[in-house]
């Protein structure tokens, strides 16, 4: 897990470290990734996913469902 202590959008470094159930939707189809750890922004609300939060949030994805042959 990186560690962020600067918001790569606005610089504010009141960017932290948060572990949620994550809600998203795709296509009008809502799904959640319960307890993604992520980086939050509380200036600008920007969120950060490292690569295994990436890779986590795919895998919950409608979006993704049928791409696991590669990789
Ligand atoms: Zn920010």
Known sequence: ?????RC????SRRIKL???DFKREF?????TVPKLAFHECA????K???PAAVRRI???????KRSRSST
């Open 1 to 5: 897990m990186m560690h962020l202590t």
């Open 8 to 11: 790569p959008t606005c610089g």
């Open 18 to 20: 948060v572990r949620r």
């Open 27 to 31: 296509r009008g189809r809502a799904y």
């Open 43 to 46: 200036a600008c609300g920007e």
């Open 48 to 50: 950060v996913f490292d």
């Open 58 to 64: 795919q895998s919950y994805s409608p979006a993704f």
